[in-house]
């Protein structure tokens, strides 16, 4: 079977060309951020309009499906039950999904908002200005990103467990491009090397945070090399767990995943504005719901600016290149959920939580900024990384946060790492659910390279680049993706009605 993978065509060209970018990273550092700068600019000044009406769409087309007659159809057999509890699910969707984003941005982009508005005519470190920080965040982790999730998730789930098929990107298209074997490698490669560089892009902003936390707690030093180091021990964790499977690994780290981003919500909370973060909450939401459309769509064709680029372009991009990963681990954690509880859940649980954390550890920093006269704002604005620790330094028990934050970045690192790792090796295993362990740790070491790579040639900037110039192809195949599902969902069979509900309206009936 080892063997057999190491045969496997999308294997060796999609390994062969990461290599490829690795080499040339490490020989030419400064060209290849240069190169990769230039791809991002062409990218985003020619094709942003793109990203935010693609997923626009993406939204939309969800919710239409979650309400269609079509959401009581099950990811599996009919009578399938859900595989993983629901705890153990939402813990599994928020670790691979986001989580390493979320602890890093959960207080630097409010922060950064606040400190550069997104718009022209509000001044920074205002009132006002807080209150747009906090609900642009909230519309950056809300629904948006996650619908990119669900929709690659929903499609592989549906082949995977309800059809029998393989979970390759390449099957999900098959009924609109076909069954060239050309066509679906090159298809299968290029999802490979857009979730490489969405992997890439998350092991090195937790690394650049891991390293801001040395700084805070121990004054290590922010440098290259503390951060290369960083990378070396991650690789052999997430090789350690990758070892284990889906059911040791990736739960148990999940679990514990979960239960420290609840005990520290938890603890700031109460230590923290309690008052001032649960009003937050609840203004977000409003003004989350209510500028929803105008932010999805917004762009600045007459006023110029960068901001829209550099903030909700990057997100998305972000999330496409994501999507393969993130889509094929959503949905092999989802296996005997309904469609409609799978949208729901995907679309509803996860932002949910994202946007109270933010509330909670960004409107905590906020606070301080606003009535306690810190300077939050401004040290973010100088190092992003130190965003989460500067906060806990105006907190009770700072240290002790700082350590347990260290300890979730860590933990999250290394479930991300270690799912995609699976993911990977089904993607270039012919979809096996199984994949050999050789073939994840080939990819466990070609995420770490080209992560280091990245960080020694550019840094965050780096790092944003490569998630978006690996995005804009993949944006086509989702589209292909929703044309093939439609395509299957109308011929499926729908479950026969309840017999309890049909029952309950013959009788409303009869009485009437």
Request: aromatic fraction near 14%; charge should be positive; charged fraction near 10%.
């Amino acid at each position: 079977m080892k063997t057999e993978a190491f045969r496997n065509p999308v294997f060796l060209v999609s390994a062969i060309l990461i290599f490829i970018l690795v080499l040339i990273g490490a020989i030419a550092p400064r060209q290849f951020g240069t190169v990769a700068e230039n791809l991002f600019l062409f990218t985003t000044e020619n094709f942003g309009w793109f990203y935010l009406i693609s997923v626009f769409i993406f939204v939309l087309f969800l919710l239409g499906l979650a309400i269609s007659k079509y959401g009581k159809i099950r990811l599996g057999p009919q009578e399938s039950k859900p595989e993983f509890p629901f705890f153990t699910w939402i813990g599994m969707l928020f670790s691979a999904g986001f989580g390493v984003g979320i602890v890093f941005w959960g207080v630097a982009e409010p922060m950064s908002h606040f400190f550069s508005p997104p718009f022209r005519d509000l001044d920074p470190l205002t009132e006002e200005t807080a209150r747009v920080a906090m609900g642009y965040s909230f519309f950056h982790w809300g629904v948006s990103q996650w619908s990119v999730f669900a929709l690659v998730g929903l499609m592989i789930g549906f082949l995977q467990f309800r059809k029998s098929e393989d979970g390759l990107v390449s099957t999900a298209v098959e009924p609109v491009v076909g069954t060239n074997k050309g066509i679906k490698h090159f298809i299968d490669v290029l999802a490979i090397i857009a979730t490489v560089m969405g992997v890439a892009t998350s092991l090195g902003l937790g690394i650049m945070q891991l390293n801001g936390g040395l700084v805070s707690v121990f004054q290590i030093p922010n440098t290259m090399w503390v951060q290369l180091v960083i990378m070396a021990v991650l690789l052999l964790l997430y090789s350690l767990s990758a070892s284990t499977g889906l059911n040791k690994g990736i739960k148990w780290l999940s679990n514990i995943n979960l239960f420290l981003c609840l005990l520290l919500l938890v603890f700031v909370l109460f230590a923290g504005p309690t008052v001032f973060i649960l009003n937050a909450f609840t203004l977000g939401i409003g003004d989350y719901i209510n500028n929803f459309v105008e932010y999805s769509l917004r762009l600045s064709p007459y006023r110029g600016g960068t901001w829209v680029r550099d903030w909700t372009i990057f997100y998305w991009a972000w999330a496409i290149a994501w999507s393969p990963f993130v889509g094929a681990f959503v949905a092999r954690v989802s296996k005997g959920r309904t469609i409609r509880e799978f949208i729901l859940g995907v679309l509803v649980i996860p932002p949910l939580i994202a946007c109270f954390w933010i509330a909670t550890f960004g409107g905590t920093a906020l606070h301080s900024d606003l009535i306690g006269g810190t300077t939050i704002a401004e040290a973010v604005n100088n190092d992003v990384t130190v965003a989460l620790f500067e906060t806990y330094a105006h907190l009770p028990l700072s240290s002790i946060l700082s350590l347990l934050s260290f300890l979730l970045i860590l933990t999250f690192l290394i479930t991300s790492a270690d799912s995609a790792t699976y993911i990977l090796g089904s993607m270039s295993s012919k979809g096996s659910l199984k994949p050999a362990t050789i073939v994840k740790l080939t990819w466990g070491v070609l995420m770490a390279a080209i992560a280091a790579v990245l960080l020694v040639s550019g840094g965050l900037d780096a790092l944003q680049t490569a998630s978006l110039i690996a995005a804009l192809p993949f944006t086509i195949i989702i589209f292909i993706i929703i044309f093939a599902f439609v395509k299957m969902i109308k011929k499926e069979p729908l479950p026969p009605a309840d017999p309890n509900r049909r029952k309950f309206r013959n009788k409303k009936h009869e009485s009437s």
